[in-house]
């Protein structure tokens, strides 16, 4: 493992000598050479500072992210591994929507928070060799093709791989048949979560799913003896956030925050035109694009949490909520919102509002470490919360009603999912640098078995947090809550 300044030094200056073995490239362990290089003969899979200095900071490989980050990330997770193992990570592939169309790309997580490296069909892997965080970080990608990337635009290739993402090995990721089983055969144990029986479309994406009946199929490679999951060993690291992740999570609540306050002030007749303009305000005022498909429902639609279909009209007398964010350097953040269609709430409606709002906020008071609270003791705190204040409206709480009408949890950890580390514990207390939602919801049948003006409102108030030592970081405070802030709006 390289981990000198030096090593880690903006793409364009560093330029190390490297030696070929077959398929594999190596890094010479002699000092590097700097070259002047124009920015603007270099041509890399996703942008770089040399290439799009308004996007990064030099030392940077993704927004806000450094190389020395990074480095830092994969040495801790070596830190964790037993000696001679090594952890496999294999990137996303391209989706496809139909025949030659495809979806967006959106790069593995796990992937992406130990390399930066934001290109389909590669390969990390992490080889612990020695004590502490000493590892070889060996990173396969597909080379640079003039034919491919003529229709596809340009890829980093396997020199940049080095140069830029500070692997110490590369190679081409064709080659994984030929390559893998020297590096699998020498490793004590093996991490990793790729699947090896999922049915899959691309020759890269077969190779590891176990279907192929060739020998070197990656479930062929794998001696299952020595293979254990990478991820409860990964979410320990992804759930504790860096200040730099802190401040890109910050950014995007920043700016979405501000652009739900903006949609607020305005009068909207159909969800598609509310969900149109949360995507297009998160992008203009920062956001690299929406972090999830949004959540755009009026009157009764709110009673379907993840309700997506955003096609129906928005009628004054209604409530409109509003579950979208944004998303900065691969880092999402997680809002909700309620407000009336009509600018005013009705009295029920202001009721029933105040009542989630006075549980939010006081979950979100807790979200600091000296509170010892996990977020299933948040969860246990708001549904306390919510049945004493529905009480005090005149519900019948009695037996299994709350369930019925606060059906998810109070909060999920964030990050660079909107549900991050999935699987990891909501039964541990929370930690400084622990980012989570806390958004409780009331969402009210329209049967007999609830006050009448009250059913068919639902209702959810969802905020971004981070905890601190002392108090919480609220990461979308921008984004109103409060029905003076909220009917004011329409009044400016």
Same mark, same amino acid.
């Given at each position: ?67 020395? !980050? ?195 002030r305005q009068t909207w007749t159909t969800e598609k035109d509310l969900a149109a303009f949360l995507d297009y305000q998160f992008k203009v005022k920062g ?92 969860? !246990?705190?708001a549904e306390n919360g919510l049945r004493e204040e529905l009480t005090q409206l005149g519900f019948d709480v009695s037996g299994t009603a709350l369930e ?82 909220? !009917? ?5």
């Amino acid at each position: 493992m390289r981990t000198s300044l030096q090593a880690l030094r903006p793409c364009f200056r560093s330029r190390p000598s490297a030696q070929r073995f077959g398929d594999v490239i190596l890094s010479r362990s002699s000092p590097r050479s700097y070259a002047s290089v124009s920015a603007a003969d270099l041509r890399f899979g996703q942008p770089v500072h040399e290439t799009h200095p308004h996007l990064l900071g030099a030392g940077q490989l993704t927004p806000g992210i450094t190389a020395f !980050e990074y480095a830092n990330r994969r040495s801790r997770l070596a830190l964790k591994l037993p000696d001679k193992a090594i952890a496999v990570i294999a990137a996303s592939d391209i989706k496809y929507r139909s025949g030659a169309v495809f979806y967006d790309f959106h790069q593995d997580p796990n992937f992406f928070y130990l390399t930066g490296f934001n290109e389909p069909q590669a390969l990390a892997i992490i080889e612990k060799t020695g004590r502490g965080g000493a590892h070889r970080f060996h990173l396969y990608v597909r080379p640079t093709d003039a034919k491919a990337e003529q229709w596809e635009g340009a890829r980093s290739g396997t020199q940049a791989a080095l140069d830029c993402f500070n692997a110490d090995e590369s190679g081409d990721v064709s080659k994984l048949q030929t390559i893998l089983p020297s590096v699998v055969a020498e490793a004590a144990e093996i991490y990793t979560d790729i699947p090896t029986k999922d049915p899959t479309t691309t020759a890269f994406s077969r190779f590891f799913s176990g279907i192929s009946t060739k020998p070197n199929s990656f479930a062929r490679i794998l001696e299952s003896s020595k293979v254990k999951p990478l991820k409860p060993i990964i979410n320990d690291l992804r759930v504790f956030k860096s200040q730099a992740e802190v401040a890109n999570m910050r950014r995007a609540g920043k700016a979405s925050g501000r652009a739900f306050t903006e949609a607020m002030r305005q009068t909207w007749t159909t969800e598609k035109d509310l969900a149109a303009f949360l995507d297009y305000q998160f992008k203009v005022k920062g956001c690299d694009c929406s972090a999830y498909v949004p959540v755009i429902a009026g009157g009764e639609n709110a009673l379907s949490i993840h309700y997506v279909r955003n096609d129906d009209i928005l009628k004054a007398g209604q409530i409109v909520l509003a579950d979208a964010g944004g998303e900065y350097g691969g880092y999402i953040t997680d809002i909700t919102r309620c407000w009336p269609v009509s600018g005013k709430f009705s009295g029920p409606q202001k009721d029933l509002y105040e009542a989630i709002l006075n549980v939010q906020r006081s979950c979100v008071a807790l979200c600091r470490e000296n509170a010892n609270v996990s977020l299933d003791k948040l969860h !246990e705190i708001a549904e306390n919360g919510l049945r004493e204040e529905l009480t005090q409206l005149g519900f019948d709480v009695s037996g299994t009603a709350l369930e019925a009408l606060f059906p998810h949890h109070v909060g999920h950890y964030i990050g660079l999912d909107v549900h991050d580390c999935p699987g990891y514990s909501r039964k541990d207390n929370l930690k400084t640098g622990q980012c989570v939602t806390i958004e409780p919801g009331l969402y009210i049948p329209n049967d007999d078995r609830w006050p009448e003006h009250f059913r068919g409102i639902g209702i959810r108030i969802e905020d971004s947090v981070c905890v601190q030592e002392e108090g919480p970081l609220v990461l979308t405070t921008e984004a109103v809550k409060e029905v003076v802030d909220i !009917e004011a709006l329409r009044d400016q």
